[in-house]
């Protein structure tokens, strides 16, 4: 079965400090991930997807499948960096997302 | 060009009553899927729609259904509310025939709260 886990439902760094966001996902086919922002008051918001390897307002993810995880990463973290982030795995099949529980990040100034 | 708008955005209901919940899509987007955000449960799938039909569902109980409209809009409706439903329901829409990362697009959401 399909399935998004994200440990930490709380996660405060202070700025300029090195942020890893984890995510681990369960899927027995060729998966694709990706990670969602919510600013607050604001809408989801795709951040970055796995397929295109990109990077994005200082963030990176690689996906590991020896070890069935999509941790987002930043090397210096920023105050407008607060937020809360979802990982999500697309079941094609189903044409639907899974998502995690999410992890609200606060960077302390 | 106009992002996903869900109405109502707020609302409260008493335990019993039904509730209709509208999301119209971007335009020229023929998916829609449904979902419903907590705090504990974090965002779950509901329902997806293209071209008026539903293809896939979530596990959540025959109280809640949706549908879809030739012109793409869509509708959810939870029947028999319980205190368990108050979330924010939110729609997403996509132009092709399945999702995918960068073309999903979120509404805001609609808030409902039962008392």
């Known amino acids: 079965a399909q399935r998004v886990t994200q440990p930490e439902k709380l996660l405060s760094v202070f700025k300029g400090a090195p942020v890893e966001l984890k995510c681990n996902y369960s899927y027995s086919g060729s998966p694709e991930l990706f990670w969602y922002v919510q600013y607050s008051r604001q809408r989801l918001q795709l951040l970055l997807r796995h397929i295109s390897r990109e990077s994005i307002k200082g963030f990176t993810a690689d996906l590991n499948k020896g070890e069935t995880s999509f941790h987002l990463k930043k090397p210096f973290a920023q105050e407008e960096d607060s937020a809360m982030y979802y990982c999500?795995?697309?079941?094609?099949?189903?044409?639907?997302?899974?998502f995690g529980t999410g992890t609200s990040l606060t960077v302390i100034p | 060009k106009a992002g996903v708008t869900q109405t109502p955005r707020y609302l409260i209901k008493t335990r019993g009553q039904q509730v209709t919940l509208s999301c119209s899509p971007i335009s020229g987007h023929r998916s829609v899927s449904w979902y419903q955000q907590t705090p504990g449960q974090g965002l779950q799938f509901l329902f997806e729609y293209f071209s008026e039909t539903q293809r896939n569902k979530g596990n959540f109980p025959g109280r809640f259904s949706g549908r879809q409209f030739s012109n793409s809009r869509s509708e959810m409706n939870v029947s028999t509310l319980e205190l368990g439903d108050s979330a924010l329901y939110l729609c997403?829409?996509?132009?092709?025939?399945?999702?995918?990362?960068?073309?999903?697009?979120f509404g805001e959401g609609s808030w409902l709260t039962v008392v």
């Open positions: 997403a829409s996509s132009p092709v025939g399945q999702p995918s990362g960068n073309t999903i697009y």
């Open positions: 999500a795995l697309l079941w094609r099949t189903g044409n639907q997302f899974y």
